[in-house]
């Protein structure tokens, strides 16, 4: 005989029991037609199950019960009550002493594979819906009931600070009367053209007011940059109209204006102070 799966023999345990439903019989009907081997199981299981119908003894219906039959089936007159036969005592005894052990392990089989058969489908439907759930979830979130639907995910991201200026070259004017002391140091930035004057030791007269101012053989006359403030630093970017070149080789000069600078953009006195651009920091290597 071929070896059959537990679930196999479970069937055909309980067909002999007759506990499945009538697809489940129909199954086993036909898997007995074409395979003899699983008939002859089912054979077997008949005869060992057997001895459990000869332990019961045969109970007399009572006349309630038949009359119930009689008028279910269209048969008003009455027949004699059917007895159940009884089975030869001995043979029941001498079988029942001889399997008991087997009889209870046939019982307790079947009872665990309807058991785990029950499981089985109970955890495929949870797996369905399940899956079912998740589908919505992905899809359809909105559908979901509030306590089930996904919580918003937050992505936390880093505020990056902004990459610092590549350095860029320095220039520097030292502005002074010629053989004298510093009275002013320019500082030009060549990547923002932004300019700073810084007072070293000029001071303005009352009433008057320090201008600074570009000259270059590329401009017709000379061009003001702004009144130098009174504070020891004075900034401003004006230089960022100018091209770049021009601006590394003027010369700037400092004239002295009456209060607020020059009212019509032209100088009105010799400059007291001048001085040229060097470079003072190098542009970084590329």
Same mark, same amino acid.
């Given at each position: 005989?071929?070896?059959?799966?537990?679930?196999?023999?479970?069937?055909?345990?309980?067909?002999? +029991?007759?506990?499945?439903?009538?697809?489940?019989?129909?199954?086993?009907?036909?898997?007995?037609?074409?395979? $003899?081997?699983?008939?002859?199981? *089912?054979?077997?299981?008949?005869?060992? +199950?057997?001895?459990?119908? $000869?332990?019961?003894?045969?109970?007399?219906?009572?006349?309630?019960?038949?009359?119930?039959?009689?008028?279910?089936?269209?048969?008003?007159?009455?027949?004699?009550?059917?007895?159940?036969?009884?089975?030869?005592?001995?043979?029941?005894?001498?079988?029942?002493?001889? $399997?008991?052990?087997?009889?209870?392990?046939?019982?307790?089989?079947?009872?665990?594979?309807?058991?785990?058969?029950? *499981?089985?489908?109970?955890?495929?439907?949870?797996?369905?819906?399940?899956?079912?759930?998740?589908?919505?979830?992905?899809?359809?979130?909105?559908?979901?009931?509030?306590?089930?639907?996904?919580?918003?995910?937050? $992505? *936390?991201?880093?505020?990056?600070? !902004?990459?610092?200026?590549?350095?860029?070259?320095?220039?520097?004017?030292?502005?002074?009367?010629?053989?004298?002391?510093?009275?002013?140091?320019?500082?030009?930035?060549?990547?923002?053209?932004?300019?700073?004057?810084?007072?070293?030791?000029?001071?303005?007269?009352?009433?008057?007011?320090?201008?600074?101012?570009?000259?270059?053989?590329?401009?017709?006359? !000379?061009?003001?940059?702004?009144?130098?403030?009174?504070?020891?630093?004075?900034?401003?970017?004006?230089?960022?109209?100018?091209?770049?070149?021009?601006?590394?080789?003027?010369?700037?000069?400092?004239?002295?204006?009456?209060?607020?600078?020059?009212?019509?953009?032209?100088?009105?006195?010799?400059?007291?102070?001048?001085?040229?651009?060097?470079?003072?920091?190098?542009?970084?290597?590329?």
């Amino acid at each position: 005989m071929m070896a059959y799966s537990d679930d196999d023999i479970a069937l055909a345990a309980e067909y002999a +029991l007759g506990t499945l439903d009538a697809d489940e019989r129909a199954q086993v009907e036909t898997m007995m037609s074409a395979d $003899q081997d699983f008939a002859a199981m *089912i054979r077997s299981w008949e005869h060992k +199950l057997g001895v459990l119908n $000869q332990m019961v003894g045969s109970v007399e219906p009572r006349v309630e019960v038949w009359e119930g039959i009689r008028a279910a089936i269209g048969h008003s007159e009455p027949q004699a009550p059917l007895v159940l036969p009884e089975a030869p005592a001995p043979a029941v005894a001498a079988t029942v002493e001889d $399997q008991p052990a087997e009889d209870s392990n046939i019982i307790r089989l079947v009872a665990n594979a309807r058991r785990w058969r029950a *499981i089985a489908s109970v955890a495929s439907a949870i797996a369905a819906a399940l899956v079912a759930i998740i589908g919505v979830e992905l899809s359809m979130p909105d559908l979901l009931p509030d306590s089930m639907r996904p919580r918003p995910r937050m $992505q *936390i991201v880093e505020a990056k600070a !902004p990459p610092a200026p590549a350095p860029s070259a320095q220039y520097v004017a030292i502005l002074q009367k010629e053989g004298g002391s510093p009275a002013f140091i320019l500082t030009v930035d060549d990547a923002t053209k932004n300019f700073t004057v810084r007072k070293v030791g000029a001071s303005a007269e009352p009433g008057k007011s320090f201008e600074l101012w570009l000259i270059s053989d590329k401009l017709p006359k !000379p061009r003001s940059l702004g009144v130098i403030g009174a504070s020891d630093f004075t900034s401003r970017p004006v230089l960022s109209s100018y091209d770049a070149e021009m601006v590394k080789g003027a010369t700037f000069a400092v004239t002295v204006e009456q209060a607020g600078g020059s009212p019509d953009g032209n100088p009105h006195s010799a400059p007291v102070f001048s001085g040229r651009l060097i470079e003072a920091v190098p542009p970084p290597a590329r």
